[in-house]
């Protein structure tokens, strides 16, 4: 293992801790809608990153059939986490939000780690899915349409 | 992070008390009972537009929806199980994911079907958006169900493809699982294996049927927080979007996972191999980057959408469309030509399904020309065209795929080929009345249609009745052959 394969995790988990606690270093924020759900893909994909590292680095069993459930439940709730409702109840108190933020890292991380252990590979699959799916998210859930 | 193979793993163990050909006889019989009673309720709404019975215009949208939601979700289970088959040994698949994944769908399937039988729900299956939350026929809770049950057709898809694609990846790689090995030799493996065919067709399936059951999943999770809170803004247009993508690939992948079968199956009539090479690497990723964009074909008359996006998706429909469908139906004339074929059930509805999907998908990319579909958009020509290639084309290649997995190799009885012919004579009548229809100009998705609609409409139900009688007789005789055959399988059974 090379020296940045070994440093990579702990720069990453740096800046999973950067953005998760950010709301307690800036306040009270309320950014656009888009540029939230961005922000909550960009969590999700860097603790996925740091779940797929874990997962790789104590190799087990692959193929665990309840992993796979885990997997598609954590995906889903990814997308839960995303209703701007959410996000208007939080935005107000850094705690929470920042709570929220852990949210979105502890879902990227387990769902990272569950896919890696379920199929070499599949951590990677899953990350960019659920970055597919934020993207998807940032281009309209919880808009309106433009003219309202 | 690349995707590459990984050499041999170590994998959970079968811990249920399933076997594989156990699980997919079941889900054979499980759908063809889905696809006789809904083929039904697509015969009684014929009846009803063409008066010969009287339905009220809440029953018949219904029973619209009930039919197209269900057929969708039952030839997606057929035509995985199907794959799935031939997939197993070649890529170490388990028969539990499977278990999983039909529950998933077949649970979807019965809550959409609660929704709708119990309270009436009906803007369609196709569930545009705002028409499921405003309509006064059916009460909010059916809504609500509906969707639960849409999100779990979608999850049971999603693990399907998925254990599909981290398969492939374990053996071959998804590069690798595409065959793109065969035009850039820098990826070949040690030991020189090429993906066949049928495993070209489960990395597309795979690939694609993921980013469908994502973009599904954000859909119906921004319907179901709108039901549950109606102040949850929503973009009628990001959600008419979504729909399409989301219900016209998964639609559409149902095609691709029969191709999958085909490559498995034809070779068992012809007895010859059915090789992979460049080409079939060229054809197979062109597909699987442009299916996904072939939705907004859906969305010509949305005046909003953007002039770039309705031309990109008819570029797509062309280059999605063609690649896969001209070297399956190609490669099996060839694969056919002076062979020794043995005419059976299974060979003879394989082949008619390859005429089936030509012919549908031919008129699927005329309506999706922007000037032609400026004169057949909503009328019949849509129906017929999905008609064809899923009834003409994919029912045919899963009754194809029971024929063979039922034991094919005596020759078809003569009382079972009068069912053959009373099969063709209906399903071609049936959708010439489509194809007619939609040159007339007759609207689609109403309950009473203008004239010459209830006219097609009465000769359509007698096709439609010819039709299933047809239908009958064959599933008897596969099934009493699946039965008599059963035995001497066992030995397949583990």
């Given amino acids: ?148 | 992070m690349a995707l590459g193979n990984q050499g041999p793993v170590e994998l959970y163990g079968a811990e249920m008390g399933v076997t594989p050909r156990w699980m997919v006889a079941l889900s054979l019989c499980i759908g063809f009972g889905l696809i006789f009673f809904l083929g039904m309720v697509g015969g009684v709404m014929k009846a009803a537009q063409g008066d010969i019975v009287h339905l009220s215009a809440a029953t018949f949208y219904a029973l619209l929806t009930l039919h197209g939601a269900g057929m969708i979700a039952t030839v997606v289970v057929l035509t995985a199980v199907a794959h799935w088959h031939f997939l197993r040994r070649l890529l170490n698949l388990r028969v539990e994911v499977l278990v999983f994944s039909v529950l998933a769908i077949v649970w979807g399937l019965l809550a959409a079907a609660a929704a709708i039988l119990v309270g009436g729900f009906g803007p369609g299956w196709t569930f545009l958006y705002p028409l499921p939350f405003i309509g006064n026929t059916w009460p909010v809770w059916s809504t609500g169900l509906f969707f639960f049950g849409v999100l779990f057709v979608g999850i049971g898809f999603a693990i399907f493809c998925i254990d599909l694609l981290a398969s492939i990846i374990r053996e071959y790689g998804i590069l690798n699982g595409l065959a793109l090995d065969t035009i850039f030799p820098g990826l070949r493996r040690a030991d020189g294996k090429v993906a066949p065919p049928t495993v070209i067709a489960a990395t597309m399936v795979a690939i694609d049927g993921l980013l469908t059951a994502a973009a599904g999943t954000v859909l119906v999770i921004a319907l179901l927080a709108h039901w549950a809170m109606p102040a949850f803004p929503v973009d009628p247009l990001w959600i008419k979007n979504l729909t399409y993508f989301f219900g016209h690939t998964i639609a559409n992948l149902t095609i691709y996972l029969s191709a999958g079968v085909i490559y498995a199956v034809l070779p068992h009539y012809t007895g010859r191999p059915w090789h992979t090479n460049k080409i079939y690497a060229i054809s197979w990723t062109t597909s699987l980057l442009f299916v996904p964009w072939a939705w907004p074909h859906h969305l010509y008359m949305d005046f909003v959408q953007a002039p770039w996006l309705q031309i990109f998706g008819e570029a797509s429909t062309y280059i999605a469309t063609i690649p896969a469908a001209v070297v399956t139906i190609f490669g099996a004339l060839l694969l056919v030509y002076r062979s020794d074929m043995r005419w059976r059930i299974g060979s003879t509805f394989f082949m008619a399904g390859l005429l089936g999907w030509l012919v549908g998908g031919v008129a699927a990319m005329i309506d999706a020309t922007i000037p032609f579909n400026d004169v057949l958009h909503n009328t019949l020509w849509v129906p017929a065209h999905f008609h064809t290639y899923l009834l003409g084309g994919v029912f045919l290649f899963v009754i194809g795929f029971a024929s063979y997995f039922a034991g094919d190799d005596a020759p078809t009885p003569p009382w079972a080929k009068v069912f053959e012919w009373l099969f063709f004579i209906g399903m071609i009548g049936f959708l010439a009345m489509f194809y007619a229809g939609g040159i007339e100009g007759v609207p689609r998705r109403e309950a009473v249609q203008p004239a010459p609609g209830p006219l097609l409409a009465m000769i359509g139900t007698v096709f439609a009745g010819v039709l299933l009688v047809g239908m009958t007789g064959l599933l008897i005789e596969i099934f009493r052959r699946g039965r008599r055959n059963g035995a001497s399988r066992e030995s397949d059974a583990t």
């Fill in chain 1, 1 to 148: 293992m090379t020296a940045i394969e070994r440093r990579w995790p702990i720069l990453v988990g740096l800046a999973v801790a950067l953005i998760v606690f950010d709301p307690l270093l800036t306040g009270p924020v309320s950014p656009p809608l888009l540029v939230h759900h961005i922000e909550h893909s960009l969590i999700l994909l860097l603790a996925g990153l740091l779940g797929i590292a874990y997962a790789r680095s104590h190799p087990r069993r692959y193929g665990d059939p309840t992993a796979l459930l885990g997997v598609i439940l954590l995906a889903s709730l990814s997308v839960l986490l995303m209703l701007p409702d959410i996000y208007s109840g939080v935005d107000a108190y850094p705690i929470l939000h920042a709570l929220l933020h852990l949210g979105f890292a502890l879902t990227g991380y387990f769902g990272g780690y569950l896919a890696e252990r379920y199929s070499p590979r599949a951590g990677t699959v899953w990350t960019m899915l659920v970055v597919m799916m934020g993207v998807i998210t940032a281009s309209g859930f919880g808009s309106p349409p433009p003219h309202l």
